[in-house]
């Protein structure tokens, strides 16, 4: 039968002659590699995020002074322009100075005419003594008289009339001795300068007050910055504007004040503290990243510190997570300059040894 049907014996032999099917190792190991490597990349990234907290949700402000004239009067020259940079004690603008100068010499007058009537009081006629001496001397005659008086009166050489009348005579002279003295009084007291400015008379020392607090207004006519930033708004000063005293009309961003504030969610703060290191990453400046720490921690919610809180006794509440905001100090300067409103990612490392 082999000899009759050859082909099936090749069957046979093709058969035996073949080696069996061996299994892809290397697919099945890059098979199972690959789960393992996501689980072990997992858990090196889940191992990155501890002790730390980050969020984006954070902003670059900065301390900013509004600047405001303490007198009214007609702008004169203006000093700045927008994102003009200033040092503490430049000039910002200036007020006409005129109307002030006249009152200050109106107030020299004012104590010109106060030093003339303190003159006038010391040289008056009460304060002299005179008289005093003359009443004294008319008290003196007086009783001189009366003494004559009364011995005629006895011997009957004069009328009671005329005894009278030397005793009346007395008692004149002792009330214009008592009135020239009470004017005496009335003269020295309105010289007198008081406990509060002694030695000083009453009248000048009202009078240089007034010169003081007018040079005061004088000075302040030039109106300077306080503190060396960057000055904001300076188009709304025009030569010619007239000023309102306390209205607000430049803001000046304080140099070196920038500082950090983000916005955690409550469920990060667990960890939290004062004192914490921290990074910043900034949207605007692709790479830059400085270091800084927690400063502060907010004592209210952003919601609860709103002008208007929410309420949530409601029927269909529904718990939202709140975010406190934490204040971030750079520990560093920045090559670039922070504007104020930048968006800026924050992390803070809560274990306190990553830097």
Known sequence: MAESDPRIDLDAASRVDQPAPRRNWGRL?????????????GLIYWQSLQGQVATDNAYVHVDKVTIS????????????????????????FRIDPEPYQLQLSQADATIATAQASQVALANAAPLSGADISAAQEQIAFARSNLS??????????ATKAAYDAAQHQVAMGEEALRLAQAKQAEAAAKLASGSQLPGVYPQIAAARAQRSAVELQLRRTEVRAPVSGQITQASRLQVGQDMISGLPVLTLVEDGSSYIEANFKE???????????AEVKFDAYPGLKLKGHVSSIGAGTGSDASVLPAQNATGNWVKVTQR????????EA?????????SVKVKVFTDGRKR
Do not use: Y
Request: glycine letters at 10%; aromatic letters at 2%.
């Open 29 to 41: 190991m890059l098979m199972a590699s690959l789960p393992l490597a996501l689980l072990i990349g």
């Open 69 to 92: 004239a303490e007198v009214s009067g007609k702008i004169i020259e203006v000093a700045v322009k927008d994102n003009g940079h200033v040092k503490a004690g430049d000039l910002l």
């Open 148 to 157: 004559r008086q009364e011995a005629l009166w006895k011997r009957g050489f």
């Open 267 to 277: 469920t990060e703060l667990a960890d939290m503290r004062v004192g914490q290191p």
């Open 324 to 331: 406190v905001p934490v204040r971030i100090a750079l520990d």
């Open 334 to 342: 920045s090559p670039r300059t922070l504007i104020a409103g930048l």
